[in-house]
Structures are given as structure tokens and as C-alpha cells.
């Protein structure tokens, strides 16, 4: 086993962990309104900034150790995105848990049509003969096209709503 099979069960081990963390215990409750997701503290915001910088600085020594580097670039930003997107704000209130639901909302729009996109586009007859690379790393790259866009969409929201009250 190299390094990246290492990396791979360590980092399965902490997203299943933060998964539990997110999902609550009152989860069997089928009422919209009630739902509630446990967020991560605020401080996970700076794990996240801090593997987005660890993540860069070895990137450069990957890029020159294997040719897959890319998985590893994408993979921990996606990483960074979930954790950002998932901590809450130093004054957590039910705009800021509106907002995030529907960044969420958009984020799932986006993914979905993003794939269905690369579908029509990657089934037509003139672009099948292209070889791209291997489809793993396409669909992690649409994933986080779309927590980067719920990122962007919750802190634009954010900023508007706090310009407009002042």
C-alpha cells in the first residue's frame, strides 16, 4: 500500500464520522419543518482554510510522485468545500439556516444539471469519440462546482441581506 491508499481510508474514516456528526438524532422525523442539521463549530471553518493551504503545498510534491495528482487536488478541495459549507457562522440564526437550505437546494440543481449536461454533450455522436479522462475525476470536479457555487451563493446572500439592514 503507497501513500494515496492510506490517504483514501483515512480521509473515508473522517467523512463517515462527520456525516454522523451532521445527521441528527431526531432525523425520523418526516416534518420539513423540523428539520435540522447538527453544523460543525465555527472553528472548522480554519481546519477547512488550513487543508485548502496543505492541500496546495502538496500538490506540488504529488505533481512530481504521481501522475494522479489531480485526484488528489480535487478530491481535498471538495473536502475543504464540504467542511466550509457545513460550519456554522459565528451567529448562527434562522436567515442564515434559510439560506443554507437553499444554497443547498441550488447546489443539487446544479449538480444534476451539470450531469445531465456532460451527458447530452458526451453522448452526441461528434464528441463520443473523444477520450476523456477517466469519468471519476469529471464527476468530482461537477461536485464541486456545486458546493463552490452554494458557497458563493450563502455568503453573496449573507453580504446582500447585511448591506441592505445597515
Known amino acids: 500500500m503507497n ?3 492510506f490517504y483514501a481510508m483515512f480521509l473515508s ?7 454522523g456528526w451532521l445527521l441528527p438524532l431526531s432525523g425520523k422525523s418526516f416534518d420539513v419543518l423540523k ?10 471553518k480554519f481546519i477547512a482554510l488550513g487543508w485548502v493551504l496543505l492541500t496546495l503545498a502538496l500538490t506540488i510534491f504529488v505533481f512530481y510522485l504521481d501522475e494522479k495528482w489531480e485526484y488528489f487536488l480535487v478530491v481535498n478541495l471538495n473536502f475543504s468545500f464540504f467542511l466550509l459549507l457545513f460550519s456554522k457562522e459565528k451567529e448562527e440564526d434562522e436567515f442564515s439556516e434559510q439560506i443554507r437550505l437553499k444554497a443547498f437546494l441550488y447546489a443539487f440543481i446544479t ?3 451539470i450531469i445531465i449536461l456532460f451527458g447530452a454533450v458526451y453522448g452526441s455522436p461528434s464528441m463520443s469519440e473523444i477520450s476523456f479522462v ?9 461536485l464541486g462546482v456545486a458546493l463552490l457555487s452554494a458557497l458563493v ?4 446572500s449573507k453580504y446582500k441581506f447585511s448591506k441592505e439592514n445597515k
Not at 13 to 19: A, K, N, P, W
Not at 134 to 142: A, E
Not at 153 to 156: A, C, E, G, R
Open 153 to 156: 451563493y450563502f455568503y453573496v
Open 134 to 142: 477517466n469519468s471519476n475525476i469529471v464527476l468530482q470536479i461537477f
Open 3 to 5: 501513500f494515496f491508499d
Open 111 to 113: 449538480y444534476l444539471t
Open 13 to 19: 474514516v473522517i467523512l463517515v464520522f462527520l456525516l
Open 35 to 44: 428539520l435540522r442539521l447538527d453544523l460543525f463549530p465555527n472553528w472548522f
